[in-house]
């Protein structure tokens, strides 16, 4: 196989290039986003000889280039975006490879009783989709990323106090997984390795897209989707593509030349992520007025709940910085009984100081959070401070407003059954570190302002199912196989098609599911049939 | 006793007037910021500025040395939006302490004193007090002990040393790390 990075490389600057001369155009299946729901359709398609044209709203990334090792927030600013409301807010990434370039590596394959989970109907909300449908996908996925289980003499010094925590109270704690190769444990894993190690898409997927003929545009936002000629000429009775007529026009914009264009497609692909595809949907739903009313709700969140203590004397020290930065570990202790999963957090100062404030106990009739109290907290924080999050099987109740074109805000009813849920969680995490003999540490999640959010408050990167898969229109926005009710041709393949919460990261289910959408537009759509990893091994 | 029959001249007018709208300048926050309604020396003195927020840093960082350098660039950064607040900050950090404190000035107060003067404003000053005050606290904790402007220092005040030092494993784990694991649940560190 050819160098990948070479590769990436040489093709990333020639797309830097072209987004100044583009003309309005036509392709076979245009595929907006380029992260983990986009870039596996990317692929196949384009293996199976499809032409395909993949636009990314975000900056080109040239790993050797662009990736710092920083604690700049301008750095981090530049491709993190957030969307947040006083009870709700999600962070998700705009640049070539979507997210992958930033986050943790943590690759796991959501539990079974992810994949069981029902509405109130008492239906499934994965229809029949179980986890050993989804198996193979993960494979094919864990295979493109290189995912493997962290080594026993590679767990950073914050997994193993953790392990040890969950050992004395007679708990399991598992070795997680990571897409990685040749990891030096800098530390700085979601500033984008610098060290070439992290598997994001940039060394795999994209790269191999390009090379089997997927055209990559960067700085590219898609304005609004829009139907070409009626709707019985969209409803091909043929999956032959060349067969197929062009269906739908997307309004595109150059973001750094202004200039406006059409691409006009066959087929489109939606994987611009759970906020990037619902707000281009409502953005459309003038001219896709047959879309379903579930459009931008139903955000399922994976119910992050964090706490904060001092270890305990007699535990040996942590690590914030050294190592990779997620733990090494994870503990399914509690996924059976309350739908949890459990690790620590490693966190650079930049990231724990901008996100909450904390403190050990009043001083003065104020929260010691700064001067003499919060300093001497602050000096504890590398070795000796040590936090706690959960993740757990929420159900999906967030929702997405579109309040612009250009603005998008989240709303989360905090229902009794999250407040329960936070409670409940709230308290086996505070247990886990007092019965270890830790202190804990008071603190409060700040805005961007340095202001404290509501007690109650949900952050997330893990946020899926603004669009999400389900049996009929009045259930969700897609078929289970990825494609709009009503809309032809559409189809959706990245976080917003995933129902439910999962209990654990979810760029790996939400590559895996790509994989297995991608695999049926190959059966509907592909010239060649070389490109079926899943169907001729399984 | 009869009340006295004012005059109401136009001169007597717009001099209520002026007076009725310094009075609203001098108490309103918004006003105060947006009309810039503070003494000169605030906008323009830049020693008296980083003399002030130096101490101020060293206020809400206590173990910081006020000489370390780039310690008040984030406040002067026009990436954030606190840079257009300084002279008004630092105006009302310093009518503050000459309220709290006699006509004394913040830089110099003791620590546990200036602690006092960043105090009141968060409990006598209005919500857009405490806003600024608070992104102040913010931001000097994120400049300090993330150190933003300079990653291969980090922060040895809090022994974080920026950017990867190339450590060993040794320094970066445990050797006898097995000892400490609880049991696990699966082969592969998948949940089942």
């Known amino acids: 196989m050819q160098s990948n990075t070479l590769l990436g490389k040489l093709h990333f600057q020639e797309i830097h290039h072209k987004t100044t001369t583009m003309q309005t155009r036509r392709t076979e299946v245009l595929i907006i986003g380029s992260g983990f729901g986009a870039a596996a359709p990317a692929l196949r398609l384009s293996e199976a000889g499809v032409k395909v044209l993949m636009i990314e709203k975000g900056p080109n990334i040239i790993p050797e280039k662009d990736f710092k090792m920083t604690s700049d927030p301008k750095y981090f600013l530049q491709y993190l975006k957030t969307t947040k409301s006083p009870q709700f807010d999600m962070m998700y990434a705009e640049g070539l490879g979507g997210g992958s370039p930033f986050y943790e590596m943590v690759s796991l394959r959501a539990p079974s009783m992810a994949f069981d989970q029902r509405d109130k109907h008492n239906k499934l909300f994965w229809g029949n989709i179980t986890r050993s449908v989804m198996d193979p996908y993960y494979d094919l996925a864990e295979k493109m990323l290189h995912v493997e289980q962290i080594a026993e003499d590679e767990i950073p010094k914050t997994g193993v106090v953790f392990s040890y925590m969950m050992k004395r109270l007679g708990y399991s704690c598992d070795r997680a997984r990571y897409a990685v190769q040749g990891c030096v444990g800098s530390g700085y894993c979601i500033s984008g390795c610098t060290f070439g190690a992290k598997q994001s898409l940039l060394v795999n997927y994209l790269p191999q897209a390009l090379a089997s003929g997927t055209e990559i545009l960067t700085d590219i936002e898609a304005s609004f989707i829009k139907p070409i000629g009626f709707a019985a000429d969209r409803n091909t009775e043929t999956d032959e593509m060349s067969q197929i007529p062009y269906r739908y026009e997307v309004l595109c914009k150059n973001r750094k030349t202004n200039e406006e264009f059409t691409v006009e497609a066959k087929c489109i692909i939606m994987g611009g992520g759970t906020v990037g595809t619902a707000a281009l949907l409502m953005r459309s739903r003038e001219y896709l007025s047959f879309l379903s009313d579930h459009v931008g709700k139903n955000i399922a969140f994976n119910g992050s709940v964090k706490t904060i203590g001092l270890l305990a004397e007699d535990l040996p020290d942590a690590d914030m910085v050294t190592g990779r930065t997620h733990p090494g570990m994870i503990s399914y202790q509690f996924l059976e009984t309350n739908g949890i999963t459990i690790s620590a957090v490693k966190s650079h100062p930049i990231h724990v100081v901008s996100a909450a404030r904390f403190w050990e106990k009043e001083t003065n009739d104020r929260p010691g959070d700064w001067g003499e109290a919060g300093d001497q907290l602050m000096k504890l924080y590398r070795n000796r401070m040590f936090i706690l999050y959960a993740l757990g099987l929420t159900p999906p109740l967030g929702k997405l407003h579109l309040r612009s074109n250009s603005v998008i805000e989240p709303e989360l009813e905090i229902t009794e059954e999250l407040r329960h849920y936070y409670k409940s969680t709230k308290e086996i995490l505070n247990s886990i570190l007092t019965r270890n003999g830790c202190k804990l540490v008071n603190f409060a999640m700040l805005n961007g302002e340095g202001e404290d959010m509501e007690k109650i408050h949900f952050g997330t990167t893990h946020m899926i199912g603004s669009a999400r898969m389900a049996r009929n229109i009045g259930e969700g926005v897609i078929d289970y196989n990825g494609e709009v009710f009503n809309y032809p041709g559409i189809f959706i393949s990245d976080g917003a098609a995933v129902p439910t919460s999962l209990a654990v990261n979810s760029s790996l289910t939400i590559l895996a599911n790509a994989e297995r959408i991608a695999s049926s537009l190959v059966h509907r759509f592909g010239r060649k049939t070389h490109s079926l990893p899943i169907l001729s091994s399984h | ?192």
């Open chain 2, 1 to 192: 006793m009869t009340a006295t029959p004012t005059t109401m001249t136009r001169r007597n007018f717009n001099k209520g007037v002026l007076l009725s709208l310094g009075a609203f300048i001098a108490g309103c926050t918004p006003v105060k910021i947006l009309f810039k309604a503070y003494p000169d020396e605030f906008k323009h003195n830049h020693s008296l500025q980083d003399e002030m927020l130096r101490a101020f840093a060293a206020t809400i960082v206590p173990g910081v040395d006020r000489n370390t350098p780039k310690l008040t660039q984030i406040y002067y950064d026009e990436y954030y939006p606190f840079a257009s607040y300084v002279p008004f900050f630092i105006s009302d950090l310093d009518s503050r302490t000459k309220k709290v404190f006699a006509g004394r000035s913040f830089t110099s107060l003791s620590q546990s004193d200036r602690e006092r003067v960043v105090l009141d404003a968060f409990r006598n000053g209005d919500s857009i007090i405490q806003r600024i005050y608070h992104g102040a606290i913010y931001m000097t904790r994120l400049n300090i002990y993330a150190g933003i402007y300079d990653d291969s220092r980090g922060c040895p005040h809090i022994n974080f040393h920026g950017t990867s030092q190339n450590f060993v494993p040794d320094q970066m784990y445990y050797p006898n790390a097995k000892q400490y694991f609880a049991r696990q649940t699966s082969l592969s560190g998948n949940p089942s």
